[in-house]
């Protein structure tokens, strides 16, 4: 993976999951309760940034995603299994509302862009084996809550055709943004399930960067080097904070509901030390802080792609029985226990420009049988931290690092 393909950072995206054989339900939401949701996607976005930053260069990934895919999971499972991934995801305690509040936490956010002026579209597949039976209170809820497409695919004679109609669908619902998430060989002839969510954004900054103010200017990467990039610039008001090693900048889209957050440290070097000490609570902190300001605003343009195979990743974030059949409990999907995840697959791609910005993801998990007081400065001239957000529920839908905004 190049440098550019590890950019993280907070936009649409896809997500993917296979079920080779064994997720739980959900009552009526209340406001709180939908928050309870969105603090738990951003606890786990902020976990699983402390684990892909270890490899350097740019980054990106989302975080809503995967933990969208992996709900659909989460609704089969129970006992220590179902325990295990509501600790690692900050799914919360077992309630019948869980399912209902995070679906309607996912409509609201569908519904929001048509009347904005943005595009953000969510959407969920399930894809199962022909002649594997799933409990019907199973298929009813993640079609009910989470408005997930079902169909029958044959993994066991044609798997490479059952991985082409999945990657279509990914690419059809990401705008042809992820077109190939599943590699060779996923799904396998015993894949039972394959549980997909794709994501995609678009969306005009509030205040757009006119081109002909775009230019080349030095960028820092964090080995010292010195580069020209094409820089965008620009002086408006903006939500803006500034603390002793930090700047942080909120560029809104069309509609106000959704922006960017970039988190500038002021040493060129400062990132490493950023990523140190970045926690929820932190970051929470950080974003209600931020007051309207003049901001002289200079921001590289950039244009990324990344894919992981996140099972290490997740097995080592406390996510291991459901990884290992036995002791996977996925009973809820088909009354036994046989199922367990083997991969998840997760693919980004993000552009930002002097317009906006257009992102997507996708991710799969196959579970098998068996300063100046009137105008400040924010020049992003040397390696930041960047995510895009939900501002109506809070939830971080992507979550980036820039290093080199040239790397490919």
Known sequence: MNAIQRILILLPAAVMLWVGMPVTVGAASTVNEKSAVAEGNNRFAVELYAKLKESRGNLFFSPFSISSALVLAYAGARGETA???????HFGPDRPGFHRDFGAMVKAMNAGGKKKGYELAIANGLWMARGFGLKKDYLNLVKKDYGAGIKELNFAKDSESARK???D?????TNQKIKDLLPPGLP???TKVVLTNAVYFKGEWALKFKKDRTKDLPFTTLDGKHIDVPTMCRTASFNYLEEDSLKVLELPYTGQELSMVILLPKKADGLKELEKNLSYESLQSLLGKGASQEV???LPRFKMKSKFMLADTLAAMGMKQSLSAPPADFS???GRKDLFISQVVHEGFVDVNEEGTEAAAAT???????????????KADHPFLFLIRDRRSGSILFMGRVEDPTAK
């Open 169 to 173: 669908w990914v690419a059809k619902h």
């Open 364 to 378: 799969g998990v196959t579970v098998k049988a068996a300063m100046s007081m009137t105008s400040a400065e924010f």
């Open 165 to 167: 109609t999945i990657n």
């Open 332 to 334: 809820g999907m088909n």
């Open 296 to 298: 002289a605003v200079c």
């Open 83 to 89: 325990a295990e991934m509501g600790e690692l995801f």
């Open 188 to 190: 396998s002839g015993g």
